[in-house]
């Protein structure tokens, strides 16, 4: 059975930075696409960044040039590195393998002054 438990979320100033984890069990995340996705209070979920198998890693238009996604294979974690945050990064964030359908149950990023 794969587990995903996010941590790291909390309240941050805008232009501030905050890593999230993702602590896998169940599965290898060298061995899956993992990816990071958001939801704004009424919005649609959206994909932040995913990291491949092979380490390749994509990221959302909206955080191009801030965000980092990265992984751990010995301690079987993907981070998100969040830099120069905006108010408009605020939601839950959640840590994700889509190809097996399994999601963790997220953590709350507030950008606020």
């Known amino acids: 059975q794969v587990r995903l438990v996010e941590s790291g979320g909390g309240l941050v100033q805008p232009g501030g930075s905050l890593r999230l984890s993702c602590a896998a069990s169940g599965i290898r995340v060298s061995a899956a696409t993992v990816g990071w996705y958001r939801q704004a209070p009424g919005k649609q979920r959206e994909l932040v960044a995913t990291?491949?198998?092979?380490?390749?890693?994509t990221y959302g238009n909206s955080v191009k040039g801030r965000f980092t996604i990265s992984r751990d294979d010995d301690n079987n974690l993907v981070f998100l590195q969040m830099n120069t945050v905006e108010p408009e990064d605020t939601g839950v964030y959640y840590c994700?393998?889509?190809?097996?359908?399994?999601w963790g149950y997220g953590t709350q990023v507030t950008v606020s002054s």
């Open positions: 990291i491949s198998r092979f380490a390749y890693t």
């Open positions: 994700a393998i889509p190809g097996r359908g399994s």
